[in-house]
Structures are given as C-alpha cells and as structure tokens.
C-alpha cells in the first residue's frame, strides 16, 4: 500500500514537470533572449545603413524578417502589451489564448518558410471615431495576425530609416515626442520672432502645386 502510494506521487511530479501544456511553453519562452537577439539584429542594420553598406543593410532586414524571435515578440507585443490588443478586426477575433498565440507563431513561421508567398493580407474593418467638430475620422483596424507581421516589418526596416530620417522629423518615431517638437520650436523662436505656417498637405494640394510648376 504504502509502495503504491509513493508511486503514485512520483507519478505526479513527474507529469507536473512535463512541458505539454502550451499555456506553460507560451510562458517559459526566454523574453530577454528574445528581445536581444531582435535588438542585436537592428543594431547591426542601423550601423550598415549609417556606413553605407546597402547590400548589408538590406540581407540584415531580410534575416530579421526571417528571424523566429521577431515573429515572438511581435505576437507578444500585439497580443498582450499593446493598448489595442482587445480591438477585433474583420474577423472578429480580439484575444488569443496562449495556445492560440503558439499556433499563430507557427502559422506566421510558415508564411515565412515559404517566402511569404502564401501569405495574403485579409481586408481591415472602417470604423468611425468621433472628432471634437462633429465630424468622423475614418479608421482601418486590421486582423490581429495581420498587425503582427505589419510590426514584423516595422522592426525590421525602422533602423534602417532612422539612420536617414531627419533630426527635426518627430512623427511617429521611436524616442520622440510633441514635447522634443514644441522644445525644438521654443527654442527657435524665443529670441527673435518669425513666421510659421500650418498646413494640411492633401492630394489636392500636391496636384495645384504639380501644375504652377509646369
């Protein structure tokens, strides 16, 4: 009886141990590793970009694009750190389980394997989002595997174009801020006065400019 009961219990520490269960894999997945070997890579891109090595620059995008932990830390960042992880696209979908990001990890690896050629993008969903005129922005929510590889791409190609943006352009780059914009024109202005124009440039505007230059 007692021989029994002791195998039994050796039984359970041993299934306790045992990795099946995705929830533990998802979770056991080394987020520092993967979050430096990302880094490393965009490190590299940057320094080819800013030495001039194009050929470099442009296989190193190509591996990062290739690479497993940039498809990892996309799905996390999409699927868990993003603000807009709840936010479902055309298909409906707002939330992935653990074993569901797993197999969205696998599915993406895929698409990768084969060049992405099977890959296709599915169609977003407009929404409208009130504005404080009365009016309504329009707003195009993509699937939640779609927003991952569009991060994919972001990761890989954004050193790349930061090694070649312009110190005052602030929009939508990593490290920048309206706050680094309003310093920047602070300081500009606040010794001697000058102009500034604010303009919405629209593809009307670039049409009328395109003519009074012909």
């Known amino acids: 009886m007692l021989k029994k009961q002791r ?16 929830e533990v894999e998802w979770q056991r997945i080394d987020w520092k590793k993967v979050e430096k070997t ?37 799905i996390r960042r999409v699927t868990q750190d993003n603000s807009g992880k709840k936010t479902a696209g055309i298909d409906g979908i707002k939330s992935l389980s653990p074993t569901e990001r797993l197999q969205l ?3 993406i690896t895929q698409f990768v394997k084969s060049n992405w050629e099977n890959y ?10 009130p504005k404080a005129n ?13 927003r991952v590889i569009q991060g994919m ?14 110190p005052t352009s602030y929009g ?18 606040r010794l001697k006065q000058k102009w500034v124009l604010d ?3 629209t593809l009307t505007t670039l049409a009328m400019i395109s003519c009074s230059t012909n």
């Open 38 to 74: 990302v880094f490393n890579l965009q490190k590299r891109i940057y320094q080819a970009t800013i030495k001039g090595d194009e050929k470099r620059a442009q296989n190193l995008i190509k591996l990062l694009l290739r690479s497993h932990s940039n498809v990892l830390l996309n």
């Open 105 to 107: 990890a696998e599915e």
């Open 199 to 201: 303009a919405d440039i």
């Open 172 to 189: 939508f780059r990593p490290a920048y801020s309206t706050h680094d914009a309003i310093q920047l024109i602070f300081n500009n202005i």
């Open 153 to 166: 791409v972001k990761t890989a190609i954004e050193p790349q174009w930061e090694a070649i943006f312009e």
């Open 7 to 22: 195998d039994e219990h050796n039984l359970e520490i041993k299934q306790s141990n045992l990795p099946q269960i995705p």
């Open 134 to 146: 009365g009016k309504k922005r329009p707003l195009g929510i993509p699937t939640l595997r779609d």
């Open 120 to 129: 296709k993008a599915k169609p977003i969903r407009r929404v409208y989002i």
